[in-house]
């Protein structure tokens, strides 16, 4: 089955930098476009990057421009998002998903995707 475990969350302060990552399994990983996600509380999820199925084109929230990359490795089935330049309002749940349509393009809904990982909590304290 399609399984997605994030890891790299943490706690740190506003002005640092960190590395999530995500490894996909249970499927072909290089076939799908992938995303990250976060919701903060009483929020909801919001886009934050997508990356295409080979790993040139990506999208970002202007949220985040500038200041997350995403990408990936489909050698070892990884999807990750570096994050610098961290601010307060940064902090949330962030989750990775894949797309649900083979070959599909890259989405900012969360809609398009039709597997999540469990998350993985960034904290950001001032």
């Known amino acids: 089955q399609v399984q997605l475990v994030e890891s790299g969350g943490g706690l740190v302060q506003a002005g640092d930098s960190l590395r999530l990552s995500c490894v996909g399994s249970?499927?072909?990983?290089?076939?799908?476009?992938m995303a990250w996600f976060r919701q903060a509380p009483g929020k909801e999820r919001e886009f934050v990057a997508s990356?295409?199925?080979?790993?040139?084109?990506?999208l970002y929230a202007d949220s985040v421009k500038g200041r997350f990359t995403i990408f990936r490795d489909n050698a070892k089935n990884t999807v990750g998002l570096e994050m610098n330049s961290l601010k307060l309002e940064d902090a949330a749940v962030y989750y990775c998903?894949?797309?649900?349509?083979?070959?599909?393009?890259?989405?900012?809904?969360?809609?398009?995707?039709?597997?999540w990982g469990q998350g993985t909590q960034v904290t950001v304290s001032s």
């Open positions: 249970g499927y072909t990983f290089s076939w799908y476009a």
């Open positions: 990356i295409d199925r080979i790993g040139d084109s990506a």
């Open positions: 998903a894949r797309h649900r349509d083979m070959w599909g393009i890259m989405a900012l809904m969360p809609d398009s995707y039709n597997y």
